[in-house]
């Protein structure tokens, strides 16, 4: 397969060795810093697209993609408020993957947060907050990986209609907590606690190499695929 990378930087790299050992080829690197500005023209020779860049470049580069009917796989955090835009396209004919966390650890660590949020539900002892902890480049807080967890939360609880970046008292919102701290790849954790006693299920990543062997598996997944596609769709969960 011939794979773009747009976004050469922690992940892009990462990316590239996992990609380059399941003996895939890499046609295209673009970053801001190789002065490449990506084009159409670019990826007409590519089998898939895979985008790690930040917030403000990421949803330029999709069009871009679209616009050579090149499907991509995005990781990138901190966009979605361009979403329905996205699925949009999606719906037109356009292939687009996409995941907040793309390792298998942290989708299993999803369902484990809905799962133990329904047996909480009918319990008003328990209250939940979450906390997340990043290397200090992060661009974007609350991490994309803690808003999935907390959605998690909010679609599973009667009493959590909403997350809020600082602690609240208040019974409607969940508290995420936000860290940054030297090169922490990505630590998550849940906790539901009551007068007496606490629970907490933590996700903590060792390296970035999980993320990066995610998003490979799902650019093999995506050739030749129209629509809008997650880990759900990749893992069968
Ligand atoms: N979904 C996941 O599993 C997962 C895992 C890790 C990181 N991320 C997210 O991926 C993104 C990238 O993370 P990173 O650690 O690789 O960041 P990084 O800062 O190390 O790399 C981003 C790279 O993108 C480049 N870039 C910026 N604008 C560009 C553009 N318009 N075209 C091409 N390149 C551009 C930058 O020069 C930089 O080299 C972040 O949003 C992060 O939150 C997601
Ligand atoms: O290093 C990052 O940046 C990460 N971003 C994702 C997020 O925002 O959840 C995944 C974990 C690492």
Redesign the pocket.
């Known amino acids: 397969m011939r794979i773009a990378l747009?976004?050469?930087?922690?992940?892009?790299?990462?990316i590239e060795q996992i990609a380059r050992n399941r003996g895939h080829e890499i046609g295209l690197i673009?970053?801001?810093?190789n002065q490449k500005?990506?084009n159409a023209d670019q990826l007409k020779d590519i089998d898939v697209a895979i985008e790690?860049?930040?917030?403000?470049?990421?949803y330029?580069?999709y069009q871009i993609c679209f616009e050579a009917k090149v499907p991509v796989v995005?990781?990138?955090?901190?966009w979605l408020d361009k979403m329905d835009l996205v699925k949009e396209k999606c719906n037109a004919g356009d292939g687009f993957f996409y995941?907040?966390?793309?390792?298998l650890g942290?989708n299993l660590f999803f369902e484990l947060n809905k799962k133990l949020t329904k047996l909480m539900a009918p319990f008003e002892e328990y209250n939940a907050d979450m906390e997340e902890i990043h290397h200090i480049?992060?661009?974007?807080s609350p991490?994309?990986?803690a808003i999935t967890l907390a959605e998690g939360i909010i679609d599973n609880h009667p009493k959590k209609d909403k997350w809020i970046e600082a602690t609240s008292m208040k019974e409607d919102e969940l508290s995420i907590l936000a860290k940054r701290h030297g090169a922490v790849?990505?630590t998550h954790s849940v906790t539901w606690h009551s007068e007496v006693d606490e629970i907490t299920i933590q996700h903590l990543a060792y390296s970035?190499k999980g993320?990066?062997l995610?998003?490979v598996l799902a650019a093999e997944f995506m050739p030749k695929k129209e629509g809008f596609f997650g880990m759900k769709d990749l893992l069968n969960l």
């Open positions: 747009i976004g050469y930087g922690k992940m892009g790299k990462e673009i970053d801001q810093d500005d990506l790690f860049t930040n917030p403000e470049s990421a330029g580069n995005s990781g990138t955090t901190g995941a907040s966390n793309f390792s942290v480049h992060k661009l974007d991490s994309g990986t790849p990505g970035r993320f990066a995610g998003a």
